[in-house]
């Protein structure tokens, strides 16, 4: 079940030669990872932790593949959907659009924590984020 996020590019996303800057991306797939949790109704992670401890989905591994620039200006759409489960983690896919323009894509692979004194350590997947996500 894929989400979509929106983001309108500013002047200030943007490298000297007008191009977001690549970092950007990275910045708005992890806004559209909440996004998508929360359309899906789970909790934002402020509110999750207090009945949980569960304080959010770490990023673990980022994997990004760029195909054409973008600028300022400009309104792009994020498409996010989790493409697989496993025990303690999940993979999220980004495809990020302009109009009919692919982007760029990113895979990412996630993991719910609690705080377990000063660390933090991934749990088993919560039976119930996953039933409404998938």
């Not at 894929?2 to 797939?29: E, L």
């Not at 195909?67 to 498409?79: L, N, V």
Request: aromatic share 10%.
């Amino acid at each position: 079940m894929k989400t979509v996020f929106k983001v309108d590019i500013q002047f200030g996303d943007c490298d000297p030669a007008g191009i977001v800057f690549f970092p950007n991306f990275s910045k708005w797939m992890d806004a559209a990872s909440l996004h998508f949790f929360v359309s899906h109704g789970v909790q934002p992670w402020r509110e999750l932790v207090k009945t949980t401890g569960i304080i959010g989905t770490p990023l673990l591994e980022i994997n990004t593949r760029f195909m054409k620039p973008a600028t300022y200006g400009e309104t792009i759409e994020i498409q996010t959907e989790i493409t697989e489960w496993r025990p303690k983690v999940f993979i999220m896919q980004h495809i990020v659009m302009r109009e009919d323009t692919l982007i760029c894509e990113g895979t990412e692979v996630r993991a719910f924590c609690i705080r377990d004194g000063d660390r933090i350590k991934a749990i088993e997947v919560p039976a119930d984020i996953k039933a409404k996500c998938s």
